[in-house]
């Protein structure tokens, strides 16, 4: 059984980077996309990116100008870089694991425990 | 970007009665939409998939439906555990992939 185990920093100042990393664990790595989602404290599910294990990359456009997200699929994990964060960024991030084909949506199926980030001076 | 609204905000029943949530595109989505539930301090569950397809484990009772701009998730014979945040969220036109603001469930 996938299960994706996530970690990263929880306490950034304003300015400074995010860095979040999700490991796959129990499964394959190719053949599906790895996304990232945040939730601010009592909203709702913001999209943030995604990548797949050649490296092709989608992002957010809201985010985009800040966000970078690479793999190592030597480790099967993927990582998050969101830069010169404010208080509007503090959320809960999740990593998630995405099917999709050109026919077909199979949802984020498995999801990361989600890590708190706090932005504050 | 396609927006997902979500109605009702906040839907309060009695276990055992049907909820009915909808979900409504601001343009076609085709029948790419996925249905999530989230209790208080869980990460998101899948529940439907393709709008019509229940994930792997989610019980009978939760059902999809609709094509194009409407759709909507039913629960019959709501259980205790079922009272949680509903999201819908679409893949047609992406980036980015967007959610709708959610439906709470709640008991009444």
Not at chain 1, 26 to 43: D, E, H, L, N, V
Not at chain 2, 56 to 81: H, K, M, Y
Request: charged share 15%; proline share 5%; glycine share 8%.
């Amino acid at each position: 059984q996938v299960q994706l185990q996530q970690w990263g920093a929880g306490l950034l100042k304003p300015s400074e980077t995010l860095s979040l990393t999700c490991a796959v664990y129990g499964g394959s790595f190719s053949g599906y996309y790895w996304s990232w989602i945040r939730q601010p404290p009592g909203k709702g599910l913001e999209w943030i990116g995604e990548i797949n294990h050649s490296g092709t990359t989608n992002y957010n456009p809201s985010l985009k100008s800040r966000v970078t997200i690479s793999v190592d699929t030597s480790k099967n994990q993927f990582s998050l870089k969101l830069s010169s964060v404010t208080a509007a960024d503090t959320a809960v991030y999740y990593c998630a694991r995405l099917i999709t084909d050109t026919a077909n949506y199979y949802g984020m199926d498995v999801w990361g425990q989600g890590t708190t980030v706090t932005v504050s001076s | 970007e396609i927006v997902l609204t979500q109605s009702p905000a906040t839907l309060s029943l009695f276990p055992g009665e049907r909820a009915t949530l909808s979900c409504r595109a601001s343009q076609s989505v085709s029948s790419y939409l996925a249905w999530y539930q989230q209790k208080p301090g869980q990460a998101p569950r899948l529940l439907i998939y393709d709008a019509s397809n229940r994930a792997t484990g989610v019980p009978a009772r939760f059902s999809g439906s609709g094509s194009g701009t409407d759709f909507t998730l039913t629960i019959d014979s709501l259980e205790p555990e079922d009272f949680a945040v509903y999201y819908c969220q679409q893949r047609s036109d992406w980036p980015p992939y967007t959610f709708g603001q959610g439906t709470k469930l709640e008991i009444k």
